[in-house]
DNA sequence: GCAAGGTC
């Protein structure tokens, strides 16, 4: 009798086989699906991975039309499955047929039970038949997977329903919503806007925080400091700390006008363990790999490459605590074999390993630590980085803590008390190991108590309170986990989105005028999908639907009736939603004032072509300016210092970006576009933009002379100052990504190879 | 062309 063991993914499928086969399972391909097998007990088994969910829910063809369907119906409408890995279902159906028992060893959670009832489905048997078990483990070890198959169970439908409820919920509020935010303004096509019980929430985090910032009156206060002279000037500050009343400021200096020593009234000296930081989890890494430069999205890509490569371990985690099952020192022997090779020694040379442990312990996957060695050359620079870091955290976390000697000194000037602290590593500890934040030290004397020093000046510095600090992509990141939206996999996806929706720009992320009203609105009429609370809510309906408490049909029920008042409230206002909108994003586009009509500049695309800058007042008006073709355009606040007109930022992909004025007359430009010296009149060549805004080298000569040069249209081209040996024309510097060359911009050049 | 969740 066959036997089908039905994994999440390629790597689950193969650790299983190799597990159960004691390491002589065979690898086959089935098409493009490559299938294990092996003997056991007289058994055939095959096992095999999926990717992930195999079927997305969706609508029905006849409701694909935005404008035209009915949103209360498409409320109530029930969602078809389709199946979305065709290769996948056929092979595993065509074996399922075969077997006389198959077993589900999905990760052992809601989503992993619903990838198990998709494939059942698909394979047209019930998750109840007889031949149908469940393998429930919490990781892929030895002794987990064969504890589990040993004690297989029965398929858990009702864990699979909770899945199968937030799916359809998902689909109904972000499909519902998302519609009508986008027909009702306008907004259809490509650049549609976009609601949703994750991403709503997340980005009113951002719009809240910029309304904190904008809102934020910012209050004057004091703080008073002594210097005072022992060999070296120790500064001390006044114990009240911030002082926001003035008066009491003037009151305390006058009174210590004239002071010529401080007593030292206390001084206490002690050695502060500095403990590790925890083992890495998806957030915690992905907030430490934003610390040397890179976006969530592609220290995720990256870590998932390194992953898939077998360098790293899984880097979808939520757990800060190494199971008992990974080998710490064997896994430090490993790295003996990469450069790390002598800290790694170090690490190992202690007679006991204590590893560092956070708050959030799961059983699903272990915290991202190294499974073998790299070496250097056979990674890009990018890879590199992320290896090393999860190594260094990996180190960090197995070694002792570090060691600060901590002083504080209180001193007594006319009754009135100033504190020094000081701070100053002695033992180094895991900070040898992981060098990527450092924690700041101040030296600070020996003192005795009642010693007498002079006091050298009495001064107070006026600063005031600041506004709270915006988001980073990693704080968001944090900040999510915390409130519970989304989850390790999807968290820097979402924000991903934010950004493809131009809801959001820039890092720190600041929201843009669209971002805002559709938070607005969102507010207005459909509070709750703006909040967390959605989320916990769902979770709270899912737990009662894995419990039997509740039915899945009753919960979807329930939720669709809460939309359908949404959508009739929004139905009625849809006029001044749009238009509130729509406001918003010219507000988004608009430049500046049109220097002839006074009427609006914006930034225009020709039927979806050529980009240019148009004056609102076309056809009355046709002012208008070229602008570069490519690279990414967001407007700034700032006027150009030459001719006054609006500025705007360009971002090239993969080098920064250039503020120009969008004028192309303007001498500002000069500088920027200068290009090096005609060969034919003598006069300065320039980058110039022709009237379909592609860009080339012309003299200033002209029309007296006419020499243009074609130049490429993508990449930055920088000024070198050279000119070509050949035939005397200049010589640029392209850059595309991270390729640069120099080119001589005359495409005749009889030196050109 | 819609969401969020798996995974590549």
């Known amino acids: 009798m066959a036997v089908l063991v039905i994994a999440e993914k390629y790597n689950a499928a193969m650790r299983i086989a190799t597990i159960l086969a004691g390491g002589k399972a065979e690898r086959k391909m089935y098409g493009s699906l490559p299938v294990f097998q092996f003997k056991k007990d007289g058994e055939e088994w095959h096992v095999v991975g999926l990717r992930g969910h195999i079927i997305e829910l969706d609508f029905p063809e006849k409701m694909n039309s935005w404008e035209k369907t009915d949103l209360s119906k498409l409320v109530v409408e029930k969602p078809l499955k389709e199946v979305r890995i065709k290769g996948i279902a056929s092979v595993v159906k065509n074996l399922a047929s075969k077997a006389g028992k198959i077993i589900i060893a999905t990760d052992y959670d809601r989503e992993g039970e619903l990838i198990g009832k998709e494939i059942l489905e698909i394979a047209g048997i019930s998750p109840r038949d007889a031949k149908v078990k469940r393998a429930k483990f919490s990781a892929l070890t030895k002794q987990e997977i064969t504890e589990a198959f040993q004690h297989l169970q029965d398929f858990d439908e009702a864990l699979a329903d909770a899945a199968a409820a937030r799916q359809e919920i998902d689909l109904k509020w972000g499909a519902v919503l998302t519609r009508f935010i986008s027909t009702s303004s306008g907004r259809v096509g490509k650049n549609f806007l976009s609601v949703g019980r994750v991403q709503s929430p997340t980005l009113a985090l951002v719009v809240e925080n910029d309304n904190l910032i904008k809102n934020f009156v910012p209050q004057r206060f004091w703080e008073i400091f002594a210097d005072l002279k022992k060999k070296e000037t120790v500064t001390a500050r006044h114990i009240a700390g911030r002082i926001f009343d003035e008066q009491k400021v003037k009151e305390i200096l006058a009174k210590l006008e004239g002071a010529e020593t401080a007593t030292v009234k206390e001084y206490t000296e002690k050695d502060q363990k500095d403990y590790p930081p925890p083992p890495f989890n998806t957030t915690t890494f992905l907030a430490e790999a934003s610390k040397i430069g890179y976006s969530p999205a592609k220290a995720m890509q990256i870590a998932e490459d390194l992953y898939m490569r077998g360098l790293i371990s899984y880097p979808r985690t939520d757990n800060t605590v190494y199971p008992p099952t990974i080998n710490l020192r064997s896994v430090l022997q490993e790295l003996r074999n990469s450069p790390f090779r002598e800290m790694a020694e170090e690490v190992l040379s202690q007679e006991r390993i204590h590893p560092s442990r956070g708050k959030m312990e799961t059983t699903d996957h272990p915290p991202i630590y190294p499974v073998s060695a790299a070496q250097r050359d056979k990674l890009k620079k990018e890879e590199w980085d992320i290896y090393e870091l999860v190594v260094r955290r990996f180190l960090a976390t197995l070694a002792p803590p570090a060691v600060f000697q901590v002083k504080k000194v209180v ?306 081209i920088v000024y070198t100052g050279k000119h070509c040996k050949d035939c005397g024309a200049p010589v640029v510097k392209v850059v595309v990504k991270k390729n640069a060359w120099e080119l001589c911009v005359n495409p005749e050049c009889k030196g050109k190879k």
């Not at 894995?546 to 008042?565: C, F, G, N, T």
């Not at 379909?692 to 002209?702: A, E, I, L, P, S």
């Open 411 to 716: 001193f007594e000037i006319k009754e009135e008390l100033f504190v020094a602290d000081g701070s100053v590593m002695i033992e180094e500890g895991w900070r040898r190991y992981y060098t990527y934040s450092k924690r700041a030290e101040i030296h600070l004397p020996v003192f005795r108590q009642g010693e007498v020093v002079a006091v050298d000046s009495i001064h107070s510095k006026e600063d005031k309170t600041k506004p709270p600090a915006r988001y980073s992509q990693s704080a968001l990141l944090q900040a999510m986990e915390k409130l519970g939206l989304g989850t390790k996999s999807t968290r820097h996806e979402i924000i991903q989105k934010l950004y493809e929706r131009k809801y959001i720009t820039g890092n720190p992320v600041v929201p843009t005028p669209s971002g805002h009203a559709v938070i607005d609105a969102l507010k207005t009429y459909a509070e709750i999908v703006t909040k967390p609370e959605m989320t916990s809510k769902l979770e709270e309906e899912m737990s009662e639907i894995a419990a039997k408490k509740r039915k899945m049909e009753s919960v979807i029920k329930d939720s669709e009736e809460i939309l359908l008042k949404i959508v009739e409230l929004l139905e009625k206002n849809r006029k001044g939603i749009g238009d509130k909108i729509r406001t918003a994003i010219k507000e988004q586009h608009h430049l500046g004032r049109c220097g002839k009509c006074g009427g609006d500049l914006s930034i225009i695309h020709a039927n979806g072509k050529r980009r240019f800058v148009g004056c609102s007042n076309y056809p009355a008006c046709g002012v208008s300016f070229p602008i570069p073709q490519t690279g990414h355009i967001e407007k700034t606040e700032e006027k150009c210092e030459q001719c006054e007109m609006p500025v705007i930022k360009i971002t090239h992909k993969g080098h920064g970006s250039e503020k120009i004025c969008i004028n192309p007359e303007c001498t500002a430009h000069t500088e920027k576009r200068k290009i090096g010296v005609c060969p034919r009149c003598g006069s300065e060549m320039q980058v110039m933009h022709g009237k379909t805004g592609k860009r080339f080298v012309g003299c200033t000569n002209y029309p007296r002379c006419k020499t243009a040069y074609p130049l490429p249209q993508t990449g930055k």
